[in-house]
């Protein structure tokens, strides 16, 4: 089971009523991190509809690295406004 569906697991588990202590025990983690996980899942799930194109499809570790490198969370909404060096460093041209 990869990170991906284990978090699907835990969602599920949570909206059927598992408490953060059981789903814990379960899958070998702090309650604090399955707190973690459905916190950004029920973020997803409220708030996919406005993010936009690039926040929804990206890998978290990709948005991330984008963060980090462009200093601003505006990549996801002005791809194209950011600076044409950095963008380079990302994108290949073929």
Do not use: Y
Request: one cysteine or more; proline letters at 3%; aromatic letters at 12%.
């Amino acid at each position: 089971m990869n990170i991906d569906q284990r978090d699907e697991e835990i969602w599920r588990l949570r909206t059927e009523g598992a408490t953060f202590s059981q789903i814990a025990k379960r899958f070998d983690i702090s309650s604090n991190r399955v707190r973690q996980i459905c916190l950004r899942r029920k973020d997803k799930v409220d708030n996919f509809d406005k993010w936009p194109l690039l926040k929804r499809e990206l890998p978290v570790r990709i948005q991330n690295v984008l963060i980090k490198a462009f200093e601003s969370e505006e990549i996801f909404s002005h791809p194209v406004d950011c600076d044409g060096f950095r963008f380079q460093a990302f994108w290949k041209r073929t």
